[in-house]
């Protein structure tokens, strides 16, 4: 199975950056995707790490180190529309799912 | 908009009851998902299906089923409804067996679903 663990929340000032991490525990790897989801809102995809590094979708980047089983997102040039939970995921070997940690709420300040 | 239907949107119904929640894939996808989402446990893998045949499977109860139809669309039935069973129910779709695409799978609105 997998296991992934990232904090609770995260507290940021409009304007500024903000890096939420998550780090992972799988049988097997396919890669990590994180995804954004508004309250009572459906998660959407923000970006996908299959290979070690960063890769960049305009303000947001997702990093992936596969030997320390760590990624992150970072959002840069934060807008208060960012005030989201954010998750990031993993799909195992074999017959696992795409797994999902349990997210990560950003607060945003003006 | 995803591509992706559910219905109903909302739903009540007593405990000991049994509801069947419906998806609809985005056009081409031949990759369903479904999770259940409740305040303390985030997002919770409950089973996948691909090109009708079930894929992976999460932390479904056994209350629980679901099967994916020749036309692609699923349904998850939920049976001997209990309290903890209220939830917000996600369905999600993607063109592989796990999302070729870049790792993308794409959310349906979802189904609120309140036991009382």
């Known amino acids: 199975g997998q296991s992934l663990e990232q904090p609770s929340e995260v507290t940021a000032v409009e304007g500024a950056i903000v890096q939420i991490n998550c780090t992972y525990q799988?049988?097997?790897?396919?890669?990590l995707s994180w995804y954004q989801q508004h309250d009572g809102g459906a998660p959407t995809f923000l970006s996908y790490?299959?290979?070690?590094g960063l890769e960049e979708t305009g303000r947001f980047s997702s990093f992936l180190s596969r030997s320390d089983s760590y990624g992150y997102l970072l959002l840069q040039e934060l807008q208060m529309k960012d005030s989201a939970s954010y998750f990031c995921?993993?799909?195992?070997?074999?017959?696992?799912?795409?797994?999902f940690g349990k997210g990560t709420h950003l607060i945003i300040q003006p | 908009d995803s591509g992706v239907t559910q219905t109903p949107k909302h739903l009540i119904t007593a405990t000991g009851q049994r509801v069947t929640l419906r998806c609809s894939p985005r056009?081409?996808?031949?990759?369903v998902y479904w999770y259940q989402q409740s305040l303390d446990q985030g997002l919770q893998f409950l089973i996948q299906?691909?090109?009708?045949?079930?894929?992976a499977k999460g932390n479904i109860l056994e209350r629980f089923s679901a099967q994916q139809f020749p036309d692609l669309h699923s349904e998850l039935n939920l049976s001997s409804l209990e309290l903890g069973d209220s939830a917000l129910y996600f369905c999600?779709?993607?063109?592989?067996?796990?999302?070729?695409?870049?790792?993308?799978?794409?959310f349906g609105e979802g189904s609120w679903l309140t036991v009382v």
């Open positions: 999600a779709s993607s063109v592989g067996p796990w999302d070729t695409q870049g790792n993308t799978i794409y």
């Open positions: 799988t049988s097997g790897f396919y890669g």
């Open positions: 790490n299959a290979l070690d």
């Open positions: 995921a993993v799909k195992g070997g074999g017959a696992d799912g795409l797994t």
């Open positions: 056009s081409g996808d031949l990759s």
């Open positions: 299906y691909y090109n009708g045949e079930e894929r």
